[in-house]
């Protein structure tokens, strides 16, 4: 093997590897910007914690109530959250997820600017806004 050729080598794994790890640290920060572990848990921990829900309301207020409207009911963007039903499940952890993580269709990522507790105050919420059949 030729010289040229082993440093041609080396410079291009150099350069995928560095193209490689972009590529992951860009992941790493989507998924989890504090770099703590996410371990959510199936039900929600706040389930029957006095003022949960109204702490979850005043959030909504703040946070989500402008696209998803004053009463959670929809806005002309954002889908009616009061239906029992959304596009990605219906557990408490799948609303955590889709509220950490957000949507691929425009729903934004709250896991910075609301953190873990607020989350699932908000989760709170919603399966008290829900409407039962
Ligand atoms: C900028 C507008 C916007 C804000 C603010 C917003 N959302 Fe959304 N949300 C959307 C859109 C758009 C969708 C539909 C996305 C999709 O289908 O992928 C959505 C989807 C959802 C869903 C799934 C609903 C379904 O039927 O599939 C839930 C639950 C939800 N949002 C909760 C929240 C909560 C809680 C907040 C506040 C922390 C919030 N959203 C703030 C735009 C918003």
Known sequence: MNKPFLYRLT????????IFLSACTG???A?????EELIISATNPLNGRAGAIEEGLKLFAIKCSQCHGPAGAGGPEAPDLTDGETNYGDADDDLFRIIWY??????????????KENIWKIVAYLKNIKKKP
Not at 31 to 35: K, Q, R
């Open 11 to 18: 410079l291009s794994s150099i350069i995928l590897t560095g």
């Open 27 to 29: 992941e790493e920060k």
């Open 31 to 35: 998924s989890s910007e504090s770099g």
């Open 102 to 115: 957000g949507t691929p269709n425009g729903m934004p990522t709250w896991e910075k600017n609301l953190g």
